[in-house]
């Protein structure tokens, strides 16, 4: 019982790390932090994304209720701000910029790292939110459910998307010493990817229909590959910006292959779900 014990408040504490690098939701002051600790609280990197999911459907339902389905999508986008504190979305702003005026592996660098918004980040920045609001107002116009389950299971898919990366390329240490990734950058055990893949999978499978849930899996790992491939040879390696984008562009791909499937006339939700609508 002590090994169950220890186990268990091992775990929490990891939870409630991942949670306060990643949000702004408030954690418990008395935790135990450590450099390595928070190399390995990568694992619940998804969980944090489908405890942001779960509050942002909470709030769906009321919104979508009182509100036109255009209103209640861009109030919702702006909660998924206030949760994380734009942390993805600095990231994605970020990269945008350094990709887009860089021309050298430091120079990309070195314009992610520059606090101010350039002009590639503000436009992409506005297309990535304004995508976001018109994906969101688009699927919740019949149901709120869908959209619900969306919110859940896609927030835990893309951080686990983002998260791979961290164990499967080098980070950018050489270039990259004052990322805000570096406490997750480096020392991801083989457990904590399987912990981390299994949470950032199952609210999808679980709540969604099969068959968008193996579209959206599908190009969740050619974006991954992708993605690794692009920043190698780029940069030789990520930056706490490129996770951030890369969960942006993975989160965005799944509003948008369920979009498809809406307009297809295709089925979102799963089995349970629907017994549940």
């Not at 008395?30 to 779960?54: Q, V, W």
């Not at 990709?99 to 990309?108: L, N, Q």
């Not at 050489?174 to 083989?190: E, F, N, V, W, Y």
């Not at 390696?237 to 791909?253: R, S």
Request: charged fraction near 15%.
């Amino acid at each position: 019982m002590a090994g169950l014990s220890s186990v268990i408040k091992e775990n929490t504490n990891l939870f409630w790390l991942a949670l306060a690098f990643f949000t702004r939701i408030p954690v418990p002051i008395t935790l135990d932090y450590s450099s390595e600790l928070m190399n390995h609280a990568s694992r619940y990197y998804a969980a944090a994304g489908m405890l942001i999911g779960f509050i942002l459907a909470v709030f769906l339902y009321p919104l979508w209720f009182f509100l036109p389905e255009d209103i209640a999508a861009i109030i919702l986008v702006a909660e998924s701000l206030l949760l994380t504190g734009s942390f993805h979305e600095d990231g994605f702003a970020d990269m945008c910029d350094g990709f887009g005026g860089g021309f050298t592996p430091e120079s990309k660098i070195a314009i992610m790292k520059d606090s101010r918004l350039g002009t590639f980040g503000g436009a992409g920045l506005f297309i990535e939110l304004t995508l976001e609001w018109a994906l969101l107002s688009y699927i919740m116009k019949d149901s709120w459910i869908a959209p619900a389950a969306l919110l859940i299971a896609l927030h835990a898919l893309s951080r686990g998307v983002s998260g791979v990366l961290i164990f499967i390329m080098p980070y950018q240490s050489q270039i990259d010493q004052m990322s805000k990734s570096k406490p997750l950058a480096t020392g991801m055990r083989k457990s904590d990817l399987a912990v981390l893949t299994v949470t950032a999978l199952l609210p999808g499978w679980l709540l969604l229909d099969p068959l968008l849930m193996g579209t959206i899996t599908a190009a969740g790992i050619l974006m991954i590959l992708w993605f690794r491939n692009f920043l190698l040879r780029h940069i030789r390696g990520f930056t706490g910006d490129c996770l951030g984008a890369m969960q942006i562009l993975a989160l965005l791909f799944g509003f948008t292959i369920s979009a498809a499937f809406l307009k297809a006339g295709l089925p979102l939700l799963s089995a349970i779900m629907k017994v549940l609508t």
